[in-house]
């Protein structure tokens, strides 16, 4: 079987071959490096537990014995005359709902809650704070997505605002005294692994001590809420990097044995410096004379010339013959005239 003959390139080709194989691996293991062994991760952010709350209130004024007002109890939404309230009775629901069943934990009380305020230089300053008891603390764990509480208070106003008045008329100060209603709940559920923890506390506010007394604050409260967390995802190597990464390798492989294997050099191409060369030998051989070494031209003032014409111009003026050294290794000659220790020189090079 005959052999295939070698193409023949210069060194200089088949060097340019290897230094692009050489890159091209470099470039094919940082593209199948990162297509086969990274990992990339993706984060997106995901709701697990979405819930809607719903808070509702509502009371009745129950009155002291009086000759003013027929009515024993009062509905919601007037304005009282303070000393004649007795009790107010306070109806409260809470409605706690979820998209998923989990078991629930919570726990809740009803408090009231006094604060007296002191206006000096225009300043507020609380000076009675006070909490009062008015529901044991109350907890269940329950498996539902759903809660309902209902609760009835039966608030004794007429003690509370007793302590108000006694309390401006003794130390002879005159304070600002509101009661909080509020009911304080707190409900935890694990979901997905995550802690979800949901706080509400109402908002009924009503005045102590003074001439008349209204309810203000949130009687209907609805709200919603989520817990949404980070999900990270992760993937393995990828496909157009690897792709990539097999294509550079392969073009890296065909270099190499075009430079290595299926080449080979050609050191009788001839390049233009060495047509150039042989051009100038031929014809001014009768003035050229050839030299073994390199001219020194520490000692003398050089002259470089652009044109090769000049030299055989000044050889001819100053009768003087072209001095010729070659090297092989740089692929360049020179030419040269000596005269009264100046040197006139041209060089051949070879323009890669």
Not at 253 to 279: F, M, P, Q, R, W
Request: proline share 1%; hydrophobic share 40%; aromatic share 10%.
């Amino acid at each position: 079987m005959n052999a295939i003959p070698k193409r023949k390139i210069r060194k200089s080709t088949k060097n340019t071959f290897i230094i692009v194989a050489v890159l091209l691996f470099i470039v094919s293991s940082i593209f199948l490096y990162n297509g086969l062994f990274f990992i990339e991760q993706y984060s997106n952010m995901k709701e697990i537990y979405k819930y809607e709350t719903n808070f509702k209130a509502d009371y009745s004024v129950n009155l002291k014995d009086n000759i003013f007002i027929e009515e024993k109890t009062l509905p919601s939404g007037k304005a009282y005359l303070s000393d004649l309230i007795d009790t107010i009775n306070f109806d409260l629901m809470y409605n706690f709902k979820a998209d998923t069943k989990s078991k629930l934990k919570y726990t809740y009380d009803i408090k009231g809650i006094v604060k007296g305020v002191y206006i000096k230089d225009g300043k507020e300053q609380e000076v009675w704070n006070r909490v009062y008891t008015l529901t044991e603390t109350k907890s269940e764990e329950v498996e539902t997505n759903e809660i309902k509480i209902k609760e009835n208070v039966l608030l004794n106003y007429n003690e509370y605002n007793q302590q108000a008045l006694l309390l401006a008329e003794t130390y002879a100060i005159r304070l600002t005294t509101k009661m909080y209603l509020q009911l304080d709940l707190k409900i935890e559920t694990i979901q997905d692994g995550e802690k979800v923890n949901v706080e509400y506390k109402s908002d009924i506010i009503f005045d102590l001590g003074a001439k008349t007394t209204e309810m203000t604050g949130k009687f209907k409260d609805e709200g919603q809420g989520n817990m949404i967390v980070e999900v990270v995802s992760k993937e393995h190597g990828n496909a157009i990097q690897t792709a990539l990464g097999v294509i550079a390798l392969v073009a890296a492989a065909y270099l190499v044995n075009k430079a290595l294997i299926g080449t080979t050099i050609n050191h009788n191409i001839k390049s233009v410096y060495k047509s150039e060369l042989n051009k100038i030998l031929r014809v001014c051989q009768d003035k050229i004379v050839h030299l073994n070494n390199k001219i020194d031209v520490s000692n003398q003032e050089l002259i470089d010339v652009k044109d090769f014409q000049e030299i055989i111009k000044l050889s001819e003026e100053l009768g003087k013959p072209i001095l010729c050294w070659s090297s092989k290794e740089e692929e360049e000659t020179w030419f040269t005239i000596v005269s009264n220790e100046v040197l006139y020189r041209f060089i051949l090079r070879d323009e890669k």
